[in-house]
């Protein structure tokens, strides 16, 4: 469709009322978003943990009855579960870009943070977060060098990082990945804690032991999983990350910061199982959000059935936080919109399947750009069935229109927020008179 019309039904599809778009000529998404009050008066620290295969279909506080993630089945009622939230890709690298830079995962595009169009400056937590003056830590189980994420998250305003040759005699470590889970936790409850308070932070920590081949700790602190076949040693690490997830918090809510800090839990994807439910294996992506913090309960309440995904996150963070940012997200605040939701999702790999999500609906694409209209239902007993809805059209032109826009934007390099924004741009609650 021609370029124009994509980039204004793009805008229908992001922008609202609170968004205010600074550069039209030049980009859909660039805009200036003004959330209100946010969660509390004083700034918030803000700890996103990106967990490894971390399926929503094994996820008891989903309707999953498999004692996988008793530890975050707790967690759950602290805060509010997104029940129908995915992973833009399914692939860890595809999770980090999405979840951090708020940009998807489009065809021919899967590697972005080793591409020469993912080395500028995307629009992110990391700078939503550097705006306002915090301070930023990266901890993880492995070497940064995978997928080049200390170069892409070097770029992107990460301060400080913490990988698998800087652990001191480590419980468990494996000679191909890093070090535990446990291991991973427990230095980032010691940084979290040592961490300077004049200012706030943000922090990004990411598991790794629910990854192939699955090398824990012996003995384990879980009991394995049995039951489920070839999946049984996946689902074992699965329980053991949501074991080492568990302690974790044990730990930070003695804390001095806990009562000012916004948590936020996500899957960086999930993972195959016995049943496929569309052409582009829906489950895959299904992962739990979960966001606790201040006050988050009595505003938004537990649950949350709007349809996301992982580049919503930034923005959602930007609401929490409240006053104004600046950003080129290809997401939405999912707590201050009045509609059903939607979510554009892409397997990895050279598979050209797309697919859109819509309240309880998918669209899927093929190769042959050939599409199919299903409607869906996660939970207990996760099923589709063919649907005739009128809706069959209006999805697949937002799909293409999204794709279309986003790649443009992508190789236009005007994604990405501009070189030239400075502080005089941003203007939000905590910015103090000057005289």
């Not at 700890?47 to 975050?72: K, N, Q, R, W």
């Not at 200012?199 to 699955?214: E, V």
């Not at 899927?364 to 809805?389: F, H, I, M, N, W």
């Not at 209006?394 to 927020?417: N, P």
């Amino acid at each position: 469709m021609p370029l124009d019309e994509a980039n204004s039904i793009v805008k229908t599809m992001l922008l609202t009322s609170k968004d205010k778009l600074l550069s039209s000529d030049t980009s859909p998404t660039y805009r200036q978003y003004d959330a209100g009050e946010g969660l509390q008066s004083e700034p918030l620290n803000v700890v996103f943990i990106l967990m490894e295969s971390f399926s929503g279909e094994y996820v008891g506080a989903l309707g999953h009855d498999y004692s996988i993630t008793p530890e975050f089945d707790k967690l759950s009622q602290r805060g509010l579960l997104f029940e129908r939230f995915f992973s833009n890709g399914t692939h860890t690298h595809q999770g980090m870009f999405a979840s951090v830079s708020c940009f998807p995962n489009l065809p021919h595009y899967e590697y972005l943070m080793q591409q020469p169009e993912g080395t500028r400056k995307f629009s992110g937590s990391i700078q939503i977060t550097a705006d306002r003056g915090y301070q930023s830590l990266y901890v993880y189980n492995g070497d940064f060098a995978w997928d080049n994420q200390k170069g892409f998250f070097g770029t992107q305003g990460m301060q400080r990082f913490i990988g698998r040759h800087d652990y001191v005699n480590p419980i468990f470590s494996d000679p191909t990945w890093g070090v535990s889970d446990q291991d991973m936790f427990n230095r980032a409850e010691i940084e979290l804690k040592e961490l300077p308070k004049d200012k706030p932070f943000f922090a990004f920590l990411q598991t790794l032991s629910n990854h192939t081949p699955y090398a824990l700790p012996i003995p384990l602190p879980v009991r394995p999983v049995t039951g489920f076949g070839s999946l049984d040693e996946h689902l074992t690490a699965m329980r053991y990350s949501d074991w080492a997830l568990g302690q974790f918090f044990k730990k930070v809510e003695q804390s001095s910061y806990y009562k000012n800090t916004i948590f936020v839990i996500v899957g960086d994807h999930g993972f195959g199982t016995n049943r496929q439910l569309t052409d582009i294996d829906l489950l895959r992506f299904h992962v739990p959000l979960l966001i606790i913090g201040p006050g988050i309960i009595e505003k938004y309440g537990r649950r949350n059935t709007m349809v996301g995904s992982q580049v919503d996150i930034a923005p959602i963070i930007a609401g929490l936080l409240g006053g104004k940012s600046v950003h080129s997200c290809w997401g939405r605040d999912l707590l201050n919109i009045d509609d059903k939701g939607f979510a554009i999702i892409k397997p990895s790999g050279s598979d050209p399947t797309t697919a859109i999500i819509s309240g309880e609906e998918i669209l899927v694409r093929d190769a042959y750009d050939k599409e199919k209209l299903y409607s869906y239902q996660l939970g207990k007993l996760p099923e589709v069935t063919l649907s005739s809805s009128d809706d069959k059209n209006v999805m697949s032109h937002r799909l293409s229109a999204y794709i279309q826009s986003a790649t443009k934007s992508l190789l236009d390099a005007s994604t990405h927020r501009p070189d030239f924004l400075t502080k005089k741009d941003i203007s939000n609650k905590y910015d103090k008179p000057q005289k």
